[in-house]
Structures are given as C-alpha cells and as structure tokens.
C-alpha cells in the first residue's frame, strides 16, 4: 500500500496540516491550539465542569487543569466554585472570551475553505458527511 492509498496516513497528514494553520490563525490573538477545543466547548455551552469539559475536549483531567489555568490568565475564563461541592468549579466565558467567538470561528473557516477550495461545493458536502460517518457522529 502506498501513502497516498493509506486513510491513517491521509487523514494524519491532513490533521497536522489543518492544526498548523490554525495555530499560526491563533498566534494572532495570543493562543495556541491546545487552547481551541476548551474556548470551542465553552462557546457551544458554558458553566460545565471541568470534569465535563475534560471529558468533551478529550483531555486527561490534570492538561484541563493548565489549559484553563492559561485561559484564566489570558482573561479569557473564570471558574465558579459549586455550593455542594468545594472542590468542583463551572467554567464560564468572560465577556473577554465570549467576544473572541466571532472572530476565531471565522478564521477557523478560513482554514477550512483553504483545505477544501480544491473540491466542489457537492464534493465539500459529501466529505464533511463521509467523515461523520467515519467518525460515528451523528448527522
């Protein structure tokens, strides 16, 4: 088998091209990759846990932890202690991080539509569907 016939190889290759460009994106905003699956979760629904939001960005406990320990520093997140629990904190955006939400998924769709340009609008459509269905994710 060669390289280009390898799904591993081809979607790896495409996924270190894709995070590249959109680390260089976020470079700009003083961020780097690492950071977006965290703000992404929180602009899709704030006041989780960490727990949870480990749990959705697919990251052991301890890396949430200093993610968004950054975050909190950047001014981009504040943690609310829960009543019942000391040592559990929801995660919310402040008004700082809601406002990056506009800007950072357009340069997020920036480097998609240079990834896909070379594919038709029906072709784009059938790839992104093709890849849930590889990936099990519902449509």
């Not at 995070?19 to 690492?34: E, F, G, T, V």
């Not at 896909?116 to 072709?123: F, G, R, V, Y």
Request: with cysteine; charged share 25%; hydrophobic share 40%.
């Amino acid at each position: 088998m060669k390289h280009y016939e390898s799904l591993g190889y081809l979607v790896s290759h495409l996924n270190i091209d894709l995070q590249n460009a959109l680390d260089q994106k976020l470079k700009r905003y003083q961020l780097d990759i690492k950071l977006w699956p965290v703000l992404f979760a929180l602009w899709q629904e704030e006041g989780v846990s960490q727990t949870e939001l480990s749990k959705r960005c697919d990251v052991a406990n301890y890396t949430m932890t200093r993610l968004l320990d950054q975050l909190q520093t950047q001014g981009f997140i504040h943690r609310h202690q829960e009543a019942d629990n000391r040592r559990a904190f929801q995660i919310f955006l402040t008004d700082t991080g809601k406002a990056l939400e506009q800007d950072l998924v357009r340069e997020a769709e920036r480097v998609n539509e240079h990834f896909l340009e070379n594919l038709s609008l029906d072709e784009q459509a059938s790839f992104v569907i093709l890849l849930n269905k590889i990936n099990r994710f519902p449509l």
